[in-house]
C-alpha cells in the first residue's frame, strides 16, 4: 500500500537524504522547500514553500489536500532550518534572530497546526520534527537555533499530550552531527564569531564518510515503521539512543517513563540531597549536573544519569 509524507526542507541535507530514500521506497513523497531538487520520480512532487510564511504553508496545504483526493496524509518530517545567526547575542542583528526563530519555531508550528487535519485521517498518522543543538544544554554563539531547538521539543512534547487518545503520534529526532550546508554559516562566521563550533564542524566533517547521515535516515524510517506506533513526545537521538530495539513490546514501557524527554533534574547521581548543593555542602565536582536544570533524560530514572547536548545537528 502507498503511503503519503510531506518532508520540508526537501531540497538539501538531511531532507533531500530522507526524500531520496522514502521515494525509492514506494511512498508518495511532496517536498516542500524554497528551492526544487534534482528528483525525477514519478512518486514525488515539488511544491514551493516557505514555512515561516503562514500563506505559504495554507497554498502547501491546498495542493496536497487536492493531490490527495480524500486519501490520508500519513506522515509530516519537518526539517526545514538555519543555523544563522552566528555569535555572541549581543552582536546579533534582532531582524536576523527573529528570522531565525520565524523559520525554526513559526515554521513547524505553522506546518502542524495547518497540515495536522489531514494527519487525522490516516489510521496510522506520524510527525517528525527536528531537535537540534542547544535543545537540552546551551549553545553559545548560536542563541536563536538553540532558542528555537528547545522550544520544538517542547512543542512536540505538549501536541504529543493533545494527540492522546488519536491515531497520530509526534516525535523529535536529535541527528546529531551530520555534516551538510546547514554548516556552512559556521565556516563563514569563523572561529571569531563561531567559537569552539569552528572547529568541531572543521573537525568532524573531514572524517565524516557518510554513515552518520545513513543512521538519521535510518532512524526516521524505523520512527515510520509499525514498529514504533505508540512512540509520541519522545526526543529519539538517532546516533546514541536503542531507537533499533523500539517494538509495540517495548514503546509501552517507554512511554511510561520519562526517558527521552526534556525534564527537570531533581535528583542527583549519589546520594546526594538538592538541599546540601543549595546549601553549598557538596563539592561542585561531585555534581554531573546542576539540580534544577533542564535535561533530556536517557537513562532511568532509578540512579539517574543524563546526557546534556552532546546530539547537536
Not at 59 to 80: F, M, S, V
Not at 159 to 180: M, Q, Y
Request: charged fraction near 20%; include cysteine; hydrophobic fraction near 40%.
Amino acid at each position: 500500500m502507498i503511503r503519503q509524507v510531506l518532508v520540508t526542507g526537501c531540497s538539501r541535507g538531511i531532507g533531500l537524504a530522507v526524500t531520496m530514500a522514502l521515494v525509492g521506497e514506494g511512498w508518495q513523497v511532496y517536498g516542500a522547500a524554497r528551492t526544487a531538487p534534482s528528483i525525477d520520480d514519478a512518486n514525488f512532487r515539488y511544491i514551493e514553500t516557505d514555512v515561516s510564511e503562514i500563506a505559504s504553508v495554507e497554498r502547501l496545504r491546498d495542493e496536497i489536500e487536492a493531490d490527495l483526493a480524500g486519501r490520508p496524509l500519513d506522515a509530516i518530517i519537518h526539517c526545514a532550518m538555519v543555523q544563522n545567526p552566528v555569535g555572541p547575542l549581543e552582536d546579533t542583528a534582532p531582524e536576523e534572530w527573529a528570522k531565525a526563530i520565524q523559520i525554526g519555531l513559526i515554521g513547524p508550528y505553522n506546518v502542524v497546526r495547518l497540515l495536522l487535519p489531514l494527519v487525522h485521517q490516516s489510521r496510522d498518522g506520524r510527525i517528525l520534527l527536528f531537535a537540534g543543538g542547544g535543545a537540552f544544554s546551551p549553545r553559545p554563539r548560536f542563541s536563536a537555533y538553540a532558542c528555537a531547538k528547545a522550544a520544538v521539543v517542547r512543542l512536540a512534547e505538549t501536541v504529543a499530550e493533545e494527540l492522546k487518545g488519536t491515531t497520530v503520534s509526534i516525535n523529535c529526532v536529535a541527528p546529531g552531527f551530520v555534516p551538510t550546508r546547514i554548516h556552512e554559516v559556521t565556516l563563514e562566521a569563523g572561529p571569531q564569531r563561531a567559537g569552539a563550533e569552528y572547529e568541531r564542524v572543521i573537525r568532524d566533517g573531514a572524517h565524516d564518510d557518510g554513515s552518520r547521515l545513513e543512521q538519521v535516515v535510518a532512524c526516521i524510517k524505523h520512527l515510520l515503521s509499525p514498529s514504533a506506533r505508540g512512540l509520541s513526545g519522545k526526543t529519539v537521538a538517532a546516533q546514541f539512543d536503542d531507537w533499533e530495539h523500539l517494538t509495540p513490546f517495548t514503546v509501552p514501557a517507554l512511554m511510561a517513563s520519562d526517558l527521552w524527554t526534556a525534564r527537570r533534574v531533581n535528583e542527583l547521581p549519589a546520594a546526594q540531597s538538592s538541599q546540601d548543593v543549595v546549601a553549598g555542602q557538596v563539592a561542585k565536582a561531585s555534581c554531573s549536573r546542576p539540580v534544577g536544570a533542564p535535561r533530556r533524560v536517557s537513562r532511568p530514572v532509578r540512579g539517574r544519569r543524563t546526557r546534556g547536548d552532546t546530539l547537536g545537528s
